[in-house]
């Protein structure tokens, strides 16, 4: 028998041996891809301010003549380097969720989607990745490269809500009912997270943290754009607050209380570092935990407003 024909076969024995319903091994996949996209974040944040965006100097290659990372390119090619791979780890994981989805493909059409779009993305996160070498870390692209970032964070959020049946069409979580209100208003907590996200990346490209000593900044006034990033930061807050006090009143119990106690907790947390990185000089540290905030920030905002929009209205 020639190779050719063995390979239906092949494809046949595989297929028998893939899941027909949504079991533990797609629900670690979706997990895996949320955990992997907010790591990615801090990965990427630990290249630029360790000065490291130039670790690797050309792209594709590390080098012209390397593939990956070499000694003598020190820490910060390591970095870098280090940043890439974990790029790769994620499609690899976005492309298994597909082949364990195929059997679902039509069934679950939208976790099929959402795992399809993960796979789309990651090449395109590292073509941008690759004009930001190419351009010498220019802050605009640069804070493409992030933003992308926090959509793929989004979509991880809604791939493990549905593969856990949380929300979703498919949804076998039973979800209590919520007042109305709250479906909107956690709609804009979730739209007024995105633009502080967006306003963040225009402050971060005023800001020192270029990722390079020589890479150029975008010439807008930091400390200006900082009070402006903080506008919408303000209004999450009250969103999230009304919508814990509801759920308190309401004596809302399930994902949703969940969903609300974890957004108000984030959003105080990133309040806090923002605050405190403003006011002590912008310190390292204080910058890389407010890009993990960030992320956490985009994936809770996500999760209360999918959870909300899924569950029945009182």
């Known amino acids: ?14 297929a028998s041996r893939l899941p027909r319903t949504v079991d533990i091994r797609i629900r670690r996949l979706a997990l895996a891809s949320l955990v992997g ?29 390397s593939l990956v990372n070499t000694p003598e390119m020190g820490i910060h090619g390591f970095i870098e380097f280090g940043n890439r791979l974990l790029t790769f780890a994620l499609a690899a994981v976005a492309a298994l969720m597909l082949v364990y989805l195929w059997n679902l493909r039509k069934e679950r059409k939208d976790l099929f989607l959402l795992a399809l779009g993960l796979l789309a993305s990651i090449p395109a996160q590292a073509v941008i990745g690759g004009i930001t070498v190419l351009t010498n870390l220019n802050p605009w692209v640069v804070g493409l ?7 793929l964070v989004v979509l991880a959020t809604l791939l493990v809500n549905r ?12 979800l209590p ?3 109305g209100v709250l479906r909107p208003v956690t709609a804009a907590v979730a739209l007024f997270s995105s633009i502080a996200v967006m306003l963040g990346v225009v ?9 390079d000593a020589d890479a150029p900044r975008n010439g807008l006034g930091w400390d200006l754009f900082s009070h402006i990033h903080a506008v919408p930061a303000y209004l999450i807050t009250a969103g999230a607050v009304f919508a814990l006090v509801m759920v308190f009143t309401g004596r809302i119990s399930g994902p949703f209380r ?13 309040a806090i570092i923002g605050f405190s990185q403003y006011y002590n000089g912008i310190p390292v540290l204080l910058v890389g935990a407010h890009m993990l905030g960030a992320a956490l920030l985009m994936g809770a905002a996500t999760n209360t407003a999918d959870v909300a929009r899924s569950s029945p209205v009182k």
Not at 163 to 174: E, I, L, M, N, Q
């Open 163 to 174: 593969a856990y049946g949380r929300t979703g069409r498919f949804a076998t979580v039973r």
């Open 37 to 65: 996209q907010t790591l990615l974040v801090v990965t990427g944040g630990a290249v630029r301010l360790t000065a490291s965006g130039l670790g690797c100097p050309t792209w594709p290659r590390c080098t012209d003549t």
């Open 258 to 270: 969940a969903a609300a106690l974890m957004l108000l907790a984030v959003t105080v947390l990133q």
């Open 177 to 179: 009912a919520l007042p």
């Open 203 to 211: 402050v971060t490209g005023a800001g020192p943290h270029a990722g």
């Open 145 to 151: 490269h992030f933003l992308v970032s926090m959509a």
């Open 1 to 14: 028998m020639s190779t050719a024909s063995r390979l239906p076969q092949f494809a046949g024995r595989l």
